[in-house]
């Protein structure tokens, strides 16, 4: 079996599994979406334990978000806030760093800042998104994500010509971001017509959803170069890890909440609060 037959019997099985959950979570106990979340984090910030070449630094990187999800849940939920904006200037500025100098160098000190600042605010607001809306939204993001990843997949083997990033991810192309920027939005379109959603809505938000996952591939592999490892690890066969299949779920998850529920004073009430949950439901 080559690589791309697992990848997509990979996604296949975890996307069942998913759908599993929230069926088990609607049917037998709402915390179990919950505690699937927290599973995922946690596995998560393992793999990321792996790039700290200084196994203690490592060490104390991986117990506090385990204290922190174990011991007080609801810290993190009640300054959402405030992590979710922070999170979002370090995507934006970590993804100029990388278009502009394109060379993926990181000490333990700026690897343990970018782990906590980019995972535990994104999983945060997917433990929001659950419990206040529904998992539909988390299901309709990671969906929108695989076919951006996938469409710029082809799209890039096919006609990419022009290289973006050669030292942070060799394998991107201009031809194959410009293709899933066209084909997601789309696609996206296209199921929400036959599910009778908001057309409109689901275009827009595959418009958006696509280069903020762009953002989160190239951030992870700026991470992943940087010490010198192609995958987060081996336990998604055709993927490698949990980093590598949800990078760009991971940021979109960030901007999403910003987007959708960051009460921003009266701009925000007319542009961003509640915005993307009007234009999708």
């Not at 809505?201 to 280069?211: E, K």
């Not at 591939?217 to 590598?244: C, T, W």
Request: charged share 10%.
């Amino acid at each position: 079996m080559n690589n791309l037959s697992k990848r997509v019997l990979s996604g296949l099985v975890l996307f069942s599994l998913l759908v599993l959950i929230i069926y088990a979570a609607s049917s037998i106990d709402s915390k179990i979406g919950v505690y699937a979340i927290a599973l995922i984090t946690l596995v998560i910030f393992w793999e990321f334990y792996q790039f700290f070449e200084k196994k203690v630094i490592g060490l104390v990187f991986l117990s506090i978000p385990i204290l922190s999800i174990t011991l007080i849940p609801n810290l993190l939920l009640d300054n959402i806030f405030y992590l979710i904006i922070i999170s979002c200037l370090t995507w934006v500025l970590m993804s100029i760093r990388i278009i502009i100098f394109d060379n993926p160098k990181m000490n333990n000190i700026e690897l343990f800042a970018l782990g906590y600042l980019l995972i535990l605010p994104a999983f945060t607001a997917a433990t929001w998104i659950y419990v206040n809306w529904n998992s539909s939204i988390l299901l309709l993001i990671i969906l929108g994500v695989s076919i951006a990843d996938t469409s710029a997949y082809f799209v890039g083997k096919r006609l990419g010509k022009t290289q973006l990033l050669a030292n942070t991810s060799p394998g991107k192309t201009l031809e194959g971001l410009i293709g899933a920027c066209i084909v997601t939005p789309i696609f996206l379109a296209l199921i929400a017509f036959f599910l009778d959603y908001q057309f409109i809505g689901f275009l827009i938000f595959g418009l958006i959803l696509t280069p903020i996952s762009f953002i989160g591939d190239i951030v992870f592999s700026y991470v992943k170069r940087s010490r010198n490892r192609k995958e987060s690890s081996n336990l998604i066969p055709g993927h490698g890890g949990f980093i590598d299949l949800l990078d760009g779920t991971i940021a979109v998850l960030t901007f999403f909440w910003m987007f959708a529920v960051a009460p921003t004073g009266r701009i925000g009430e007319i542009i961003y609060k509640n915005f993307l949950i009007y234009l999708i439901f």
